[in-house]
């Protein structure tokens, strides 16, 4: 048992770890313009280090949930944008997003 929790610890601190040195060289780009407005607009939205976030946790862990759920709630963000949601479905969109993630989580747990 402790040898799996150890296992578990040093996944979360390479993930964090790496989350931490990707977002760090993302602002330091951002900072120093390397790219054309259009290109910074994309790749710095907000909305995107969810999507970053995620898939370096889905890469990094063994246990893949937190990446998935950072994935899953940067890719709804991300749809919001591309197909221009009207407003009466977005007010149902972060309800709908809280409950499906609660539901994936005790799944999980249920799973153990």
């Given at each position: ?66 990446g998935s759920i950072l994935f899953g ?40």
């Amino acid at each position: 048992m402790a040898k799996s929790r150890s296992s578990s610890k040093s996944g979360d601190l390479l993930a964090w770890g790496v989350t931490s040195i990707f977002l760090g060289i993302m602002l330091l780009i951002s900072k120093l313009h390397l790219f054309s407005d259009e290109v910074n607009l994309l790749l710095f939205d907000w909305k995107n280090y969810f999507l970053y976030g995620g898939i370096i946790f889905v890469l990094c862990k063994q246990n893949r949930t937190i990446g998935s759920i950072l994935f899953g709630i940067g890719f709804i963000l991300r749809l919001q944008d591309y197909f221009q949601w009207q407003q009466a479905y977005a007010e149902y969109m972060w309800p709908l997003l809280f409950t499906v993630v609660g539901i994936v989580m005790i799944l999980f747990y249920l799973r153990k």
